[in-house]
C-alpha cells in the first residue's frame, strides 16, 4: 500500500493550506467567540471546488477522490476545526449521499447548486432521543399519496442556520424498526419545516448548529431518497464515509496544536533556556508527532479502500475515526499544557484548539460506539 501523495493530491494540498492560513485562520478566533456562520469564507471555499470534492464533474463537483477529501479536511482543520467539519457535512453527508443514492432526477436538481456554493447541505439523524441508537429516532413520514408528510425533531445538526438541502430520516414504518426507516430530501422551503433552537457549544461554536422542526412537512414524493425502507442502510454506509472525513478532521485538530506547541516550546524560555530543551517537554512533542501520523496513516488506510472500491470498509473508518479522534483530545491537552498559565487562555489558539477537539469524540458515532464497531467487524 503506497501513502505517497500524487503530485495532484500535493497541488490540492498545498492549495487547501494556503488558503487555509490566509483567508480561515485570522477569523477563526473572532467567529468562535460571535458563532457567526462563515458563510463568506464558505461560497470562496466552494469557488474552489471545495464543497463537491468527491461528485463527479458532470454534477458541477471536482471529481476527486476520498484521500484528496480527506487531505482537504485535515488542511482546513488544522486552523479551524469549524470550517473543518462546515467541508465535512456538505461533502460527505450531504452531497454524497445524493449521489450516491440518488435518481439522476435528484442529482441534476441538488448536486449542482450543492457542490457551487449556492445551497449548502446538511443531514439530519440525530433526535432529542436518538443519539447513538439512530434506530430509536421518533421522527415519522406518511405517505399521502403525491407527497409524503413528515413530523419529528433533528437535535444537533451542523449547518442548519445556513443550509438549503437536508438529507432527513424518518420512519415509514415504525413497526419495522431500522427495516421501515427512510431517507428524505428536505428543503428549508419546504411547508412545515422550520429552523429551532441554535446551540451554544463548547467548541465548533460557529457551525450553525441547530434544531429542525417538522411539523406536517410536506415533502414531494419524488424526494425519497434510496427507496422505501432503505433509510438505515443509507445512514450506515454515508456514516462509514463521514468518518474518514472527521477522522481527518481529528488529524488537521491535532497537527495544529503540535505545530503551535512546537514553536512556543523553541520560544518561551525557562530557567534560562528554551522549554523545548527540557525532556519531559520532549516527551510531550514526541507523543504527539507519533499519535499524529498514526492517526493520519489510518485515515489514509480508510480512504483508500474506499477509493479503491472495497465492498466494505466499515471496520478500518471506524478505527480511523476512534484513533483520531482519541489522538485529538489527548494532543490538544499536551499543547494545553506545554503553552502553560497561556495555553489556557483565549489569546492562544491551543485553548480553542483543545474545546474544538473533544467533539470528534462525540459526532458520526461517540468513541465508545466505534469500539462496538470495531469489535462487531473483527469478531465477523
Given at each position: 500500500?503506497?501513502?505517497?501523495?500524487?503530485?495532484?493530491?500535493?497541488?490540492?494540498?498545498?492549495?487547501?493550506?494556503?488558503?487555509?492560513?490566509?483567508?480561515?485562520?485570522?477569523?477563526?478566533?473572532?467567529?468562535?467567540?460571535?458563532?457567526?456562520?462563515?458563510?463568506?469564507?464558505?461560497?470562496?471555499?466552494?469557488?474552489?471546488?471545495?464543497?463537491?470534492?468527491?461528485?463527479?464533474?458532470?454534477?458541477?463537483?471536482?471529481?476527486?477522490?476520498?484521500?484528496?477529501?480527506?487531505?482537504?479536511c485535515e488542511e482546513i482543520?488544522?486552523?479551524?476545526?469549524?470550517?473543518?467539519?462546515?467541508?465535512?457535512?456538505?461533502?460527505?453527508?450531504?452531497?454524497?449521499?445524493?449521489?450516491?443514492?440518488?435518481?439522476?432526477?435528484?442529482?441534476?436538481?441538488?448536486?449542482?447548486?450543492?457542490?457551487?456554493?449556492?445551497?449548502?447541505?446538511?443531514?439530519?439523524?440525530?433526535?432529542?432521543?436518538?443519539?447513538?441508537?439512530?434506530?430509536?429516532?421518533?421522527?415519522?413520514?406518511?405517505?399521502?399519496?403525491?407527497?409524503?408528510?413528515?413530523?419529528?425533531?433533528?437535535?444537533?445538526?451542523?449547518?442548519?442556520?445556513?443550509?438549503?438541502?437536508?438529507?432527513?430520516?424518518?420512519?415509514?414504518?415504525?413497526?419495522?424498526?431500522?427495516?421501515?426507516?427512510?431517507?428524505?430530501?428536505?428543503?428549508?422551503?419546504?411547508?412545515?419545516?422550520?429552523?429551532?433552537?441554535?446551540?451554544?457549544?463548547m467548541g465548533i461554536r460557529?457551525?450553525?448548529?441547530?434544531?429542525?422542526?417538522?411539523?406536517?412537512?410536506?415533502?414531494?414524493?419524488?424526494?425519497?431518497?434510496?427507496?422505501?425502507?432503505?433509510?438505515?442502510?443509507?445512514?450506515?454506509?454515508?456514516?462509514?464515509?463521514?468518518?474518514?472525513?472527521?477522522?481527518?478532521?481529528?488529524?488537521?485538530?491535532?497537527?495544529?496544536?503540535?505545530?503551535?506547541?512546537?514553536?512556543?516550546?523553541?520560544?518561551?524560555?525557562?530557567?534560562?533556556?528554551?522549554?523545548?530543551?527540557?525532556?519531559?517537554?520532549?516527551?510531550?512533542?514526541?507523543?504527539?508527532?507519533?499519535?499524529?501520523?498514526?492517526?493520519?496513516?489510518?485515515?489514509?488506510?480508510?480512504?483508500?479502500?474506499?477509493d479503491g472500491g472495497a465492498?466494505?470498509?466499515?471496520?478500518?473508518?471506524?478505527?480511523?475515526?476512534?484513533?483520531?479522534?482519541?489522538?485529538?483530545?489527548?494532543?490538544?491537552?499536551?499543547?494545553?499544557?506545554?503553552?502553560?498559565?497561556?495555553?489556557?487562555?483565549?489569546?492562544?489558539?491551543?485553548?480553542?484548539?483543545?474545546?474544538?477537539?473533544?467533539?470528534?469524540?462525540?459526532?458520526?458515532?461517540?468513541?465508545?460506539?466505534?469500539?462496538?464497531?470495531?469489535?462487531?467487524?473483527?469478531?465477523?
Open positions: 500500500m503506497d501513502f505517497a501523495l500524487t503530485q495532484d493530491q500535493k497541488m490540492v494540498r498545498d492549495m487547501v493550506r494556503e488558503f487555509a492560513v490566509n483567508e480561515i485562520e485570522p477569523i477563526a478566533a473572532e467567529i468562535d467567540e460571535s458563532r457567526e456562520f462563515p458563510k463568506e469564507t464558505i461560497k470562496k471555499m466552494a469557488g474552489l471546488g471545495l464543497m463537491g470534492v468527491v461528485i463527479p464533474e458532470e454534477y458541477g463537483g471536482a471529481g476527486m477522490d476520498f484521500t484528496t477529501l480527506a487531505i482537504i482543520s488544522r486552523v479551524c476545526a469549524t470550517h473543518g467539519v462546515i467541508t465535512a457535512v456538505t461533502n460527505s453527508l450531504c452531497a454524497y449521499p445524493i449521489y450516491h443514492f440518488g435518481t439522476e432526477e435528484q442529482r441534476k436538481k441538488y448536486l449542482p447548486a450543492l457542490t457551487s456554493g449556492k445551497s449548502l447541505g446538511a443531514i439530519g439523524i440525530t433526535e432529542p432521543a436518538a443519539g447513538s441508537d439512530p434506530a430509536s429516532m421518533e421522527t415519522t413520514a406518511v405517505d399521502k399519496g403525491d407527497h409524503y408528510v413528515l413530523n419529528g425533531t433533528k437535535q444537533w445538526i451542523t449547518n442548519a442556520e445556513a443550509a438549503d438541502v437536508f438529507v432527513i430520516f424518518a420512519y415509514t414504518d415504525p413497526e419495522e424498526r431500522h427495516k421501515g426507516m427512510s431517507a428524505f430530501i428536505v428543503e428549508k422551503d419546504h411547508e412545515g419545516f422550520s429552523i429551532g433552537k441554535h446551540e451554544n457549544l460557529a457551525t450553525g448548529n441547530c434544531e429542525l422542526i417538522m411539523d406536517d412537512c410536506k415533502v414531494p414524493k419524488e424526494n425519497l431518497l434510496g427507496g422505501e425502507g432503505n433509510g438505515f442502510k443509507v445512514v450506515m454506509h454515508t456514516l462509514d464515509v463521514s468518518r474518514i472525513d472527521i477522522g481527518a478532521q481529528g488529524v488537521g485538530i491535532s497537527q495544529g496544536a503540535l505545530d503551535a506547541a512546537a514553536k512556543y516550546a523553541k520560544e518561551r524560555e525557562q530557567f534560562g533556556r528554551p522549554i523545548g530543551k527540557f525532556e519531559m517537554v520532549q516527551d510531550m512533542i514526541a507523543q504527539m508527532a507519533a499519535q499524529t501520523d498514526a492517526a493520519r496513516l489510518l485515515v489514509y488506510r480508510a480512504a483508500s479502500l474506499k465492498e466494505r470498509f466499515t471496520r478500518e473508518a471506524a478505527i480511523a475515526k476512534y484513533f483520531a479522534a482519541e489522538t485529538a483530545v489527548a494532543v490538544t491537552r499536551m499543547a494545553v499544557q506545554i503553552h502553560g498559565g497561556n495555553g489556557y487562555s483565549k489569546e492562544y489558539a491551543v485553548e480553542r484548539m483543545y474545546r474544538d477537539a473533544k467533539i470528534v469524540e462525540i459526532y458520526e458515532g461517540t468513541s465508545q460506539i466505534q469500539k462496538i464497531v470495531i469489535a462487531r467487524e473483527t469478531l465477523r
